[in-house]
């Protein structure tokens, strides 16, 4: 994972570079983000860079966290009472493309990421409510996995705000090869496994070129 965020923000800093060549407008966003399904619902927060081509599209690259959703159960088992504690955590690291509608200030827009979704799953279980552990495991997968998009900017001079919402299909078990994904050494097959929407409200900061 280490290894391909670094290969992440390489690409970040030479599209950057690059960008300042051939792009008009830089933007940068911020948000808040919400997942919801698959028996999940959690709260997180990401950010993008989009590099403006012409009038109409974007593209660029994306970067959410959802921490540890942890929920906690009770049970009993042989005359001990014991707590279990379980939950995901999820960071999708994406490439991102837009089409734009209309002028600013307000625009809608259609996108689409795809990319690499890192998820682990945490179980931890202890004996007699917490005061000694009796069990513990972390299964940690990478996917391949897409979203599509929709959302509105609103522009206000060189700061606007945006919300989108997108539908992420999550492919493989994490365990095979079916798929060559660049810079992705985990096994990757093509059966999707899991689901799930997410909802982003953030601001963005616009640099160089002008008003869309």
Known sequence: MKKLLLKAVAIVIGLTVFASYSYSQVQIGLHGSRLEGTGSSQWGFGGNIKFLVADKFAIGVAARGYPKNMESE???????TYKMLHGNSIVPVTASLDYYFGKAPVRPYLGLDAGAYFRQHIIS?????G????????DKKTFFGAAPRAGLNIELGPVGIFGQAGYNFLFGSGSKDDITVPGITTGI???PTDKF???DVGLFFKIGGKSM
Do not use: E, R
């Open 74 to 80: 009770t049970f009993n088992s042989g005359g001990n």
């Open 125 to 129: 279980i202890t004996q007699n409510n």
């Open 131 to 138: 005061s000694s552990s009796y069990y513990n495991t972390s």
């Open 189 to 191: 097959d093509t059966k």
């Open 197 to 199: 929407w997410t909802f």
